[in-house]
């Protein structure tokens, strides 16, 4: 009699749309260095903010899980997600046949060329104009990469930092000659504020995909096919409902997915 009563009230709690949940709500550890506007940056009030953190929080409503966002320097971003300290990393990771021995990336949410900024009257024509010159680049990015291999061996000085900011600091002081990183990250956070007066693009856009890859994606561990299959439906719904431009429009006034 008992079981009949407790079956009872559950058939009259589903059909009234108060039927108990048989499965918790899922968290998504994400991974962000929160130190590269405008992509990911610190508010006033110490809240993240940016184009990755948002993406990242449509992408977590449209699988219908939790985002936890886990914040960590960007070098430590793949060991921390080998170790699982987290589930996925979504912090401008460009993709590179070297990332790709430790991790598996979806597809890529937006894609941008790497620059040099420099002195408004400095010149850039080839790695040997670079001789002598100390260029700073952030530590253990795809940028530090390209300057190490090809800026090192013709006499430049490569400087390490663990933020991007810490560089523009740096250039400013005069303890740098010049700085690499994408070209977006270098107009948004730097030339166009008042500390980047004086200072200007210098040479080419930068886009060898041996270095700088195919664009830019989210990282989930090897052989972790269950997050990557959700995170590319997620972000093809949200690129095919409007969604996406909507998140882009808040931060550029261009196409950041590319063609």
């Not at 894609?111 to 260029?135: C, F, N």
């Not at 700085?179 to 980047?196: I, R």
Request: net charge neutral.
């Amino acid at each position: 009699m008992r079981k009949s009563v407790v079956f009872a009230a559950v058939a009259l709690l589903a059909q009234s749309g108060f039927a108990p949940s048989t499965q918790a709500e899922e968290t998504l550890r994400l991974g962000i260095e929160a130190a590269y506007p405008p992509f990911a940056t610190k508010a006033p009030d110490g809240s993240i903010v940016g184009f990755d953190y948002d993406i990242g929080n449509a992408l977590c409503a449209e699988m219908k899980v939790k985002c936890q966002w886990v914040e960590q320097e960007f070098d430590g971003l793949i060991p921390a997600l080998k170790v699982r300290k987290i589930d996925v990393i979504l912090s401008s990771l460009s993709v590179t046949d070297e990332r790709k021995r430790s991790v598996d990336f979806t597809n890529r949410y937006y894609r941008i060329p790497a620059r040099l900024v420099m002195k408004s009257d400095a010149s850039y024509s080839g790695p040997e104009s670079l001789k002598a010159k100390r260029i700073g680049v952030q530590r253990a990015t795809n940028f530090d990469r390209y300057v190490t291999a090809n800026f090192e061996p013709a006499g430049a000085t490569i400087v390490r930092y663990a933020s991007q900011s810490e560089a523009f600091l740096d250039l400013v002081s005069g303890r740098l000659d010049a700085t690499m990183a994408s070209s977006v990250t270098l107009d948004e956070g730097f030339l166009k504020t008042e500390q980047g007066k004086g200072f200007a693009f210098v040479g080419p856009t930068f886009t060898q995909e041996q270095y700088f890859g195919t664009g830019v994606a989210i990282a989930v561990r090897k052989g972790d096919g269950r997050h990557l299959d959700m995170l590319n439906n997620a972000i093809a719904a949200l690129r095919a409902d409007g969604r996406y431009d909507a998140i882009q429009k808040k931060y550029f006034d261009f196409n950041i997915y590319g063609d």
